[in-house]
């Protein structure tokens, strides 16, 4: 079942997918292998055909898969063929940043709405992004019917805030606090680690650029 | 030669391995398989072998890895069983956010400046961060050794920084402006983009929550 193969890391890798497969469009090539496949997106091609296995057959064995065509079911398995109306939990510096990031428009994530405690915010815009009362958090969901949100708060104020989001509705959180959260089991929650990005990179120098 | 193996996602995978070693480690586990260790990081063993097999022999054929151990390797393979001194270009919103972010401290990287073009920012310091003209740049990269940069500056000045960044000697560039940029073969550009961890939730929306 797909919930007990790790799927946080199943749709990064069908990201990662996602992104070979356009840029495989866009130099022009129609078919590509799950080997190959596998390879620009730095993982295998045995991996390859286990993620796509569990949403049905693709390609044709021995040939290959149709690039368009391949690219289209995974935006749809992502989920990203439609617009996403998503709320912005904490204005304070990573809140603002988030609300002025352009990736989310044009990837089809819509800003409705940012939550604030701070009463000098309360009732002011930011990018057009109206800043609201963390009171009328519970209201605005149901009403506007969100399901995703992004918490850009304090660590120490990160649980509260999440146990708001859940019972006022919110099926999936985005959180930036570098603290561990719990929430129930059927709420989607990712938590961004900077720290692993920055990892990446003394991987790179340390391995490949002579700086050990 | 492992440059040409996608390097980067393999040390997203080892990010990954590291925290479940680590988990591991926590919960008093003193041996693991590989096809276990790839399961808790999503993957699977073949990989975990595989990525292993770069940097030596690891573990005992039938039996599995020291966890302790194990860890130990993997930080090592990281690069970060050592302190780096972190810059970012860009003291607006994100780069505030990020000069706050306590998850570098705690992993070792320490963001010494902040460089700006700003001139009621420029002198300044935020939480105890200098924020400096961005002229300086150069000279202080030289001066004190820095290796990693962060950008978090409009996309549209964000190649005319990474430029600079290069020509002064930096080797590693987190990148957080969503703009496809260019560097020489020898630096190393990992790009955050913010979007692919809104997708994973649509991803899990879409096919684990009913919200198609």
């Known amino acids: 079942m797909l919930r007990n193969k790790a799927p946080k890391f199943i749709s990064e890798r069908f990201s990662l997918y996602l992104r070979a497969l356009t840029q495989l469009e866009e130099s022009g090539v129609k078919i590509i292998s799950s080997d190959d ?27 290959g898969y149709n690039v368009s065509e391949l690219r289209r079911e995974i ?43 701070d009463r000098t915010k309360i009732g002011t815009e930011y990018l057009g992004v109206p800043i609201r009362d963390i009171a009328e958090l ?19 104020s990160a ?32 938590n961004v680690d900077l720290s692993t990005e920055l990892e990446s990179l003394t991987f790179l120098l340390t391995n490949l650029g002579g700086e050990r």
């Not at 496949?37 to 693709?58: I, P």
């Not at 510096?93 to 044009?106: M, N, P």
């Not at 989001?165 to 985005?174: E, N, Q, T, W, Y």
């Open 159 to 190: 649980q509260a805030v999440v146990d708001l989001l859940v019972s006022s509705g919110i099926r999936a959180i985005l959180n930036f606090a570098p603290v561990k959260l719990h929430v129930p089991e059927d709420i989607f929650l990712n």
């Open 37 to 63: 496949l596998g390879r620009l997106a730095g993982g295998n091609g045995a991996l390859v055909r286990k993620d796509l296995s569990y949403f049905g057959e693709f390609g044709i064995k021995g040939v």
């Open 75 to 117: 935006s749809s398995i992502l989920g990203i063929d439609r617009r996403w109306k998503v709320i912005v939990v904490g204005a304070g510096h990573l809140g603002s940043a988030l609300i002025g990031y352009k990736g989310f428009r044009e990837r089809n994530f819509e800003i409705v709405a940012a939550f604030d405690m």
């Open 138 to 156: 519970p209201e605005f969901v149901r009403r506007e019917r969100i399901k995703i949100a992004v918490v850009s708060v304090p660590r120490e």
